[in-house]
Each structure stands twice: as structure tokens, then as C-alpha cells.
């Protein structure tokens, strides 16, 4: 292997002897956070991947199947919505993987851990399309209110519990948009 800052290169044998003791360094997590408590938060963690994978898979759903004079708008509406989705899975994903744990990655198991239902087969009108994924958005909130009092006060781990609350704060915005849709602006009384 060559390092191309010192421009040496590093033999093969080397390296081998060295992977133990990297894969053993790896494993080793001092973060101050107690160990049994950073396997809870990563069994807290996996259902919130869950739902964000399941709630991603229905925008992108809806976004590919709605129909209708608004298609246009709401087309583009729904892919600013699933490209956030999408970063924000990661994002948890990776906090999992940063507190030591290893993130599901199965449609299975999105599915199984979930609080989210797919309706399969079904499309719904427009209306429905959006009031069904700020119910979803709502759901994921209350949850996530939840595991932020968790990880604060049981787990001991402020970080899990601000980088949740910032998660919930892009869910409350996401489902603030959804909201604007379903407005009935004919109707509007406020001054």
C-alpha cells in the first residue's frame, strides 16, 4: 500500500498484523456514554430508521402515482419532501453506527419495526395522499418527543437526544407543508 503523504509503502505483512489490533480499536467506544445504555439507544434508534424508510418509500410513492390538476406542483412538492426523508435516514443510520451499533438495512426489517402501515395496492386521492402522510409525520413526532425524553433523562446521552430534537423539528416542518396543502384558502378568516 502506498501513503501518498510520506510517499512510502507500507508491506502487505505490515498491514495484516496491524488489522487485528485496528478491528480491536474499532470495537473499543469510550464516549461517555455507558455501555448497556448505548445499546438501548440504538435499539431507540432503530424503529425511528424504520420510520423514516417507511415514510420515505410512501412519498416517493405517492410522488410517483398522484394525479390531477395540482400533479405538477405537488409532484415536485413530494421530491423536495422524499430527498430530505432520504438525508435524514442516513443521518440516523449513521448515529447508530457513531454510538457503536449497526443500523437495520432490510425492507423486512424497516417493516417489522416500524409504527407505520403501508396500505399496498392502494391509491389514494390527492387530498388523501397528503392528510395520510402528515398523520404519518404527526405519528413519527409524538414518538420522537418520546425518545428525546428517553435518551435525556434514562440513557444519559444529550447527544442522541439534541440530534433527535432536531429530527423532530425537520418532521414538524415537513408536516407544517403538508398542512399548508390541505388549507382551504377560500375560507380564510384571519385579517
Known amino acids: 500500500m502506498h501513503d ?23 470495537r473499543q ?13 440504538v435499539a431507540l434508534l432503530q424503529p425511528v430508521l424504520a420510520n423514516l424508510s417507511l415514510i420515505y418509500t410512501k412519498t416517493r410513492n405517492y410522488h410517483w402515482n398522484l394525479t390531477g390538476p395540482r ?33 437495520i438495512g432490510t425492507m ?4 417489522d419495526q416500524s409504527i407505520l402501515k403501508e396500505e399496498p395496492g392502494v391509491r389514494p386521492p ?24 428517553k435518551c435525556d433523562d434514562e440513557l444519559e446521552d444529550t447527544g442522541t437526544a439534541d440530534f ?3 429530527l423532530m423539528e425537520d ?7 403538508l398542512r399548508a396543502h390541505l388549507e382551504d384558502h377560500t375560507q380564510r378568516t384571519d385579517a
Open 126 to 149: 390527492v387530498d388523501l395522499m397528503i392528510q395520510n402522510l402528515l398523520t404519518d409525520h404527526e405519528t413519527i413526532i409524538k414518538g420522537l418527543r418520546e425518545d428525546i425524553d
Open 164 to 166: 433527535l430534537t432536531g
Open 4 to 26: 501518498k503523504k510520506k510517499g512510502a509503502t507500507v508491506p502487505t505483512e505490515s498491514l495484516n498484523t496491524l488489522q487485528p489490533t485496528l478491528d480491536k480499536a474499532t
Open 29 to 41: 467506544i469510550d464516549i461517555g456514554i455507558k455501555e448497556d445504555n448505548r445499546k438501548q439507544v
Open 171 to 177: 418532521h414538524e416542518k415537513l408536516a407544517w407543508m
Open 71 to 103: 400533479f405538477h406542483t405537488l409532484h415536485l412538492f413530494l421530491e423536495e419532501q422524499y430527498k430530505a426523508l432520504q438525508e435524514a435516514s442516513d443521518e440516523v443510520a449513521e448515529r447508530i453506527r457513531s454510538v457503536g451499533g449497526f443500523s
Open 108 to 111: 423486512q426489517e424497516f417493516i
